[in-house]
């Protein structure tokens, strides 16, 4: 690689937890607690925010914020985001362990990547404590991104650019174009955008298709199709410049980056 300097990975459904299950069950139970059920639909609308913002997201979709007044006689307000944002995090704690197994091949890519010059970033709408127990795991495993940034160290998550900003300045990019996002969820794909950077979405290991590596192998082959088809096109309409269905099939939208890079092109 000669113009492609840094590769920005997302963790959940991305390099780690094969089809994103862990925030799934903690934002479910959160929600659950306090009386109201929600859909794992409903959890994954909004993924890959910041997850304080990702819980107000699901509080002000209609049918939640009629099941909360159903439930309370008023309407869900900020103190509610405060409550099951504080609640949710021992919660996501504890299920990180669990669910934070890195994803067949994504260690391989990031050495590959190492091997060619090229830095290995990671941003997450994870907290700094989440974020942690996901990296000492990981690193068990054998990824061990160069930086990797949370909302909380920039004041904010996607789809604000601003912790890809921040590594770029860490990695001393030479521009934000010799960059590449890669993401599971239309929130990567924006935060990349917004970086100026190139985006790659990750389709069949992430949240879109939501499914852990044996029940994705338990589906017909019609049905797996769809489903890795409709999480394609969900990240294509996002804006992604390509889209893997894993990040350890990344090298071919890497080679092709390269080459509009030479050829002049930009994101
Ligand atoms: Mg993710």
Redesign the pocket.
Known sequence: MKRIEAVIF?????TV?HG?LA?VKAVTEVFARQGVRISDEDARRD??LFKKDHIRKILAAPHIDLAWRMQYRRAPDEKDVEKLFMEFAPLQMEVLEQYSDVIPGAPDVAARLRVHGVKVGAT??YTRPMLEAVLRHAALQGYAPDIALCPDDVGGGRPHPWMCLRIAIEFQLSSMAAAVKV???VS?IQEGLNAGMWTVGVSRT??EVGLTAEDIAALTEGERARRVQRACDSLMNAGAHYVVESAALLDPALERIEERLLAGDRP
């Open positions: 997302d963790l959940a459904g991305t937890d994103s925030p993924m890959g997450t709408g993401g599971d969820t990567d992430g949240n």
